[in-house]
């Protein structure tokens, strides 16, 4: 466009793509003013307000208001500023959407119920306050009463979601299945009984500090013997249930005879939990920490080797 050339609103909408009806909409509103009327009264735009238009299109698209962007186009508000204000508020709604889609892919997957998708849904919809609170009910639930221990500070970190502000599709949806399980009053129970077998191990050997859990050892222990494909009732499984019950038996002082494997099969019993690697694993989708190593097939593993030497 060059020197006082004029364009009808035909001209001006091949030259911008817009639509005559669009380019009139916007000029009856006072946003895209014509420059001035042909004798017959037809509209005519100068370069200015083709360059006015070509803004007005562009806020449009990226989803400002008219009256904002009436504002903008008039100088009365900075675009940075309107610009800066709209992407947080797009943030907001993107986080939105991707917790909906969360809640969306969850139920097709799982094959919720009416019931079971509004609960996915409400927990979708939680604010950061409230977030917060599920998290520490949680915890309170699991470790009320043996966080006096030092050492029970690291492991409640480590069982501590905490969502980034923005977060990905992904974590989005670990968010809301972790909440659906934090709120599942069997596994909070079982989680608490893990936490209480944890806290007797360090009573018994007076530890203040860090130390290994109990099934963690067991995984380095039963790891091998679960590659390899031994048969749990073989003779070949008998090295790995004895030094499984021996460290049992350090752990809680005891000889390791027939009495103590009962007590090791009752806690691995206890451990032997699926969910608990569930749990585990929608922390590090969360917390964006590397995949953690499964416990549920050496658990099973070792549950039934000691099973089958009590027989």
Request: glycine share 6%; net charge neutral.
């Amino acid at each position: 466009m060059e020197g006082d050339t004029l364009y009808s609103i035909g001209e001006l909408a091949q030259r911008t793509g817009l639509t005559v009806k669009t380019i009139r909409f916007y000029s009856d509103r006072g946003i895209v003013a014509p420059t001035q009327r042909s004798p017959a009264g037809h509209r005519r735009y100068d370069t200015a307000a083709a360059a006015r238009l070509e803004l007005v299109r562009t806020l449009r698209e990226l989803g400002l208001d008219l009256p904002t962007i009436r504002k903008v186009a008039e100088l009365d508000l900075p675009l940075p500023e309107v610009a800066a204000a709209h992407a947080e508020a797009l943030a907001v709604q993107i986080r939105v959407l991707r917790l909906r889609h969360a809640v969306l892919t969850v139920v097709a997957e799982r094959g919720l119920t009416p019931e079971e998708a509004d609960v996915m849904h409400q927990l979708a919809r939680l604010t950061e306050e409230e977030r917060r609170g599920l998290v520490e009910d949680f915890l309170h639930a699991v470790f009320d009463g043996l966080d006096g221990n030092r050492a029970f500070a690291g492991v409640r970190r480590s069982m501590t979601p905490e969502p980034p502000a923005d977060p990905a599709a992904e974590q989005a949806r670990a968010w809301v299945e972790w909440a659906e399980l934090a709120l599942d009053p069997d596994f909070r129970a079982g989680m608490r009984r893990t936490a209480q077998d944890l806290a007797a191990d360090m009573a018994q050997d007076g530890a203040t500090g860090p130390r290994r859990d109990f099934t963690a050892t067991v995984r380095d222990l039963a790891a091998p013997a679960v590659a390899a494909w031994i048969d749990p009732a073989s003779p070949e499984a008998d090295p790995v249930v004895a030094a499984i019950a021996a460290h049992y038996a350090h752990l809680r002082t005891h000889h390791a005879d027939a009495a103590l494997r009962h007590r090791l099969l009752r806690r691995l019993e206890r451990a032997h939990d699926p969910r608990r690697d569930r749990h585990a694993r929608l922390l590090a989708v969360i917390n964006g920490w590397p995949a953690p190593q499964p416990l549920s097939p050496v658990l099973g593993w070792s549950l039934a080797a000691v099973r089958a030497r009590l027989r």
